[in-house]
């Protein structure tokens, strides 16, 4: 018979259907509250900013890239980068124009803070960018460009080489509204401006104070982009996010500095010596290698004279042949003298910053001469002694004649008695010389003074 059920437990399953249904609507409602919060937030303007305060190479190039990716997801209405740089490699920057120029979102390139410069290849970013603006005290320009691979080339190649970088600038700087006659002078006469000069010539748009003043400046500015479309920027009090660089261009961006590559080349050899001098030990050959592998990728990235590597091969040469055959030092001093003008000559650097420090380069190559040539005559001296094990060690030591030599006879050498035979008469207690042996039979002669 089934129990019927009271009012009293009825009433308390409408009590409980009632909270969870008020618990839900009050959910809902919180929701839509945070909802609408986060809808009135977003219509805040997003502006992601790169901060470029290096040399323009390939790791700032894939910075770069990166950054307007980003943005693009995002949905940031603009890239803002900060620019500080004294110059880079020329195929670097065009790449990283055609980034500018074909770029969804509008970039705006800020020479920034003051005392920053936008030198040689940072001149030519400057330009490509839809807004290009300059802090108070700040310069632009000497964007000349200068020959990676080193030497000076004739008058027809020079004029070749400036005529395809001035057309190369001409072909933005025109679009962009600008002024093409000011910025060729930056290539032609490595002309530099400031940023009053460079506004007052129509290199950029605006000098600002700050990223937010340039913000402001820019609110309901319409620009043209790239490939002709008009777009009206909207970026007063807009919210900068900062785009991080990851680990790999950490990485990358320290490897590619010339002084640590080349720090780690000469640390990795030496480590991969002491491996093949004292095989079994391990950790020094795999730290060795991996320190050789990074350095010869980081250079990888820079351009290299072959004519350095070649010097580099040479000086190697020089240290082995003066520990092996000796030179009095001469052979020596030449290693050192071609591994510093190899180490000064790898990297065709168009900008001071992309070299090796002179200081480094001369203190390397003495510490690694001299560390080669002392380690390479330890191992040349202890084959040599391997060679010389018992009777053999005993030649050119000296002896004393136990009794006379007529011409045999014992003599006591290094603690031990041995049979010794001499090419001339010896008197007892004489002194001589161990010359040779005869299986176990020493020969010996007078000890001369």
Known sequence: MVKPVSARTIQAIWIFAFSCALAFMLAVSVNGWTAAAQTSGSAQALVDKLVLADTIQPVTAGELDRALAQANADGAQA????????????????????????????????????????????????????????????????????????????????????????????????????????????????????????????????????????????????????????????????????????????LLDWLVNPNVALLMLVGGALLIYLEFNTPGTIVPGALGTLMVVLAIFGLNLLPIRYTAVVLLIAALGLLVLEAKVGGHGALAVAGIACLTFGMLTLVAAPVPELGVNPLIAIAVSVAFGGITVLLLRLAIRARRMKSRLGVDALVGHVAQALEALTPEGHVQVEGEIWRALSTEPIAAGATVRVVGHSEYLLRVEPQRQ
């Open 79 to 250: 890239l803002l980068i900060e620019l500080d740089t004294p110059g880079g490699l020329l195929d670097s920057t065009r790449g990283m124009a055609r980034a500018i120029a074909s770029s969804r979102v509008p970039v705006i390139v800020f020479v920034s803070p003051a005392a920053a410069r936008a030198g040689s290849a940072g001149f030519f970013l400057l330009e490509a960018a839809d807004v290009a603006a300059m802090a108070p005290g700040t310069n632009a320009g000497a964007a000349h460009p200068v020959l990676e691979l080193g030497g000076q080339p004739d008058a027809t190649m020079n004029q070749k080489i400036e005529n395809d970088t001035e057309a190369f600038l001409r072909s933005y700087v025109t679009l962009r509204g600008r002024n093409p006659e000011a910025a060729e002078a930056a290539v032609h006469t490595s002309h530099s401006y400031t940023a009053e000069e460079a506004l007052n010539q129509h290199l950029i748009d605006f000098v600002a104070n700050s990223d937010s003043a340039l913000l402001n400046d820019l609110e309901g500015r319409t620009i043209t982009r790239f490939d002709g479309t008009k777009q009206v920027l909207h970026l007063a009090g807009a919210r900068v996010a900062p785009v991080k660089s990851s680990l790999r261009e950490d």
